[in-house]
């Protein structure tokens, strides 16, 4: 059995989503009050496979919203209760998404085994990152080109290099799609520079320097409240991938030749039989999810239950090759460009 560990995207979303769930209780309340709400498994479901093979999955809500973040104890415990659940419920292999997985590895909680009776086993859990750097990568190799950009001469900035996903999506575009140059953009130096050592190239700037110069710009960074990107200063086209959480990029370049992404989204053969993705305010809530849920699935799908993907910058090529394959063989595809965006390249 496979598990899933998300969370709403906001205070206000969760009391509206507790409510339709049937718990009054939480819908009534404040933030205090789902500050020590225990977490929920809200529902089981059934996946089929494109090769016919049928699994169980439950998705457990932490019962964390963002406006937690900057509680670091609250958050910690958390993530910490939904696995411990996630373990005492039998699940074999289970995913962290949203900030779940990005609390984990901030804040280190691999320091943190002992959840009061329960010795936490890793081998349970995954952060599914090494599904989500693929599927980006596959997002910019399919996408680039329906825009009529070369990738073998184009510049491509990479926002968030040296994080998990990043650092994942460097070496693959460096070693595997071969792209004309590597544009690295990322908060402290030295991390920088030692990903440029080891991708032999790559060029260290700033986001305001690299995004003029990027003819597409992969953004697997959170999106600072405070950042205006005019479009008048990009290329033409630019193909923008948001891999960041929330995804909420589009909502800050609006421009007729600037083509934005969902990044590290996918979509599955058929529908399944699950309420969730609705949170999440998928366009097919009922066919796509985040590409680190699916992680957890392909692992069920395939018999891996183990960490897959697990601590900072550990995403191997060929680990990322061998889910990329699994994910094709069981029906999952990427998001890319929609038909209301190709048309606009008759005017460019």
């Not at 990568?137 to 926002?159: F, G, H, R, W, Y």
């Not at 934005?260 to 699950?274: H, L, P």
């Not at 063989?329 to 008759?346: D, E, K």
């Amino acid at each position: 059995m496979f598990g899933l560990i998300g969370h709403s995207t906001s205070l206000e979303q969760a009391r509206s989503k507790a409510l339709e769930l049937g718990f009054p209780e939480y819908a009534d309340g404040d933030l205090d009050l789902w500050c020590v709400a225990p977490p929920q498994l809200v529902e089981t479901f059934s996946v089929t496979s494109l090769t016919g093979k049928t699994i169980e999955g439950a998705y457990i809500d932490s019962v964390f919203v963002p406006e937690m973040l900057s509680r670091f104890k609250t958050a910690r415990r958390k993530v910490l209760s939904a696995m411990e659940l996630a373990q005492k419920s039998g699940i074999d292999i289970t995913a962290l998404g949203g900030f779940t997985s990005i609390i984990f590895e901030n804040f280190n909680l691999l320091k943190n085994q002992q959840i009061r009776s329960t010795a936490l086993e890793w081998e349970r859990f995954t952060t599914g990152n090494t599904h989500t750097a693929w599927v980006i990568a596959q997002q910019v190799e399919t996408n680039a080109p329906a825009l009529v950009i070369d990738l073998s001469l184009a510049k491509v900035a990479v926002v968030g290099a040296t994080g998990d996903i990043g650092s994942a999506v460097c070496r693959w575009l460096s070693q595997k799609t071969g792209v004309g140059e590597l544009l690295l953009v990322a908060r402290q130096p030295q991390p920088l520079l030692d990903l440029q050592t080891e991708l032999g190239g790559g060029r260290i700037l700033s986001l305001e320097e690299a995004l003029p110069e990027a003819d597409v710009v992969v953004w697997v960074a959170s999106l600072p409240q405070s950042l205006s990107i005019d479009p008048a200063s990009l290329k033409s086209p630019c193909l923008m991938i948001d891999g960041g959480y929330p995804k909420n990029l589009d909502s800050k370049v609006a421009g007729a030749n600037v083509h934005v992404i969902k990044g590290g989204i996918v979509e599955f053969w058929q529908d399944i039989g699950w309420q969730m993705m609705e949170m999440a305010e998928m366009e097919n809530p009922r066919r796509q999810l985040f590409a680190c849920f699916a992680e957890a699935m392909l692992l069920e799908f395939e018999g891996i239950h183990t960490n897959f993907s697990w601590g900072r910058n550990n995403i191997t090529l060929a680990n990322m090759e061998l889910i990329g394959a699994a994910s094709l063989r069981h029906g999952f595809r990427s998001i890319g460009l929609n038909q209301a965006q190709l048309p606009q390249l008759a005017a460019v």
